[in-house]
């Protein structure tokens, strides 16, 4: 079964540090999402991408935060500088049309 | 505003049954999802309700109350690898966006 791509797997990095995570969606799904999770909450809405448009970023911190998906395929999100309240697991999703969500396994960031 | 509502953590037993319940308020409704979360791992999609009424997957079962803001997962034959948390997932406008509650997490016991 297709699966969403997502790397580093782990990252650990200094606050005041420049990070980045990449996301590769199933091949086809054309709405790409970016989510925060803090252990013990759900997934909070960063960005939202149809295509290589951004549909939603109202909740992504963009004095901070930056995402792209110039090619409507594969996309990455930045950080810069990294804050130690910024340490989360960190969700790439994509979808087909109507179809569920499907998740990566996550970047877990942590800020020391 | 937009809310869910769920036990924050349930226990169970090896072999029985458990109801996970959710209540929401939504601006619109588009739609419900259920998603189970293992501990350092992604969501996986469990279930969908958009009309009312039960929707049986296997042992997993979830019903949709729309007049009432009510859903809940029904897991049967619990086993102890349905250890994980239990996302309940509302879409509340056109835009496919998801309100995220912060989950109930499940503890089966043998």
């Known amino acids: 079964e297709a699966e969403v791509a997502q790397s580093p797997r782990y990252k650990i990095t200094e606050k005041s540090q420049a990070v980045a995570f990449w996301c590769d969606p199933i091949s086809g799904h054309a709405t790409l999402y970016w989510y925060r999770q803090i252990l013990g909450q759900g997934p909070e809405l960063l960005v939202q991408?149809?295509?290589?448009?951004?549909?939603?970023d109202s909740q992504l911190p963009k004095d901070r935060f930056s995402a792209e998906r110039l090619k409507g395929v594969d996309s990455t999100l930045k950080i810069q500088p990294a804050e130690l309240g910024d340490s989360a697991m960190y969700l790439c999703?994509?979808?087909?049309?109507?179809?569920?969500?499907?998740f990566g396994n996550g970047t877990r960031l942590t800020v020391t | 505003g937009q809310n869910i509502d769920q036990p924050t953590e349930m226990t169970a037993t090896e072999g029985a049954i458990v109801q996970i319940n959710c209540t929401y308020q939504t601006s619109g409704f588009n739609g419900l999802f259920w998603y189970q979360q293992h501990a350092g791992e992604a969501p996986t999609f469990l279930s969908y309700?958009?009309l009312d009424g039960l929707e049986e997957k296997g042992r997993f079962s979830s019903f949709l109350s729309r007049s009432k803001g009510y859903s809940y997962l029904l897991l049967k034959e619990l086993q102890m690898k349905d250890s994980a948390s239990y996302l309940c997932?509302?879409?509340?406008?056109?835009?496919?966006?998801?309100?995220w509650g912060a989950g109930t997490k499940l503890i089966i016991k043998p």
């Open positions: 309700n958009v």
């Open positions: 997932a509302p879409r509340g406008d056109s835009n496919y966006q998801l309100i």
């Open positions: 999703a994509s979808r087909f049309r109507d179809s569920p969500l499907h």
């Open positions: 991408f149809q295509d290589e448009s951004v549909v939603d």
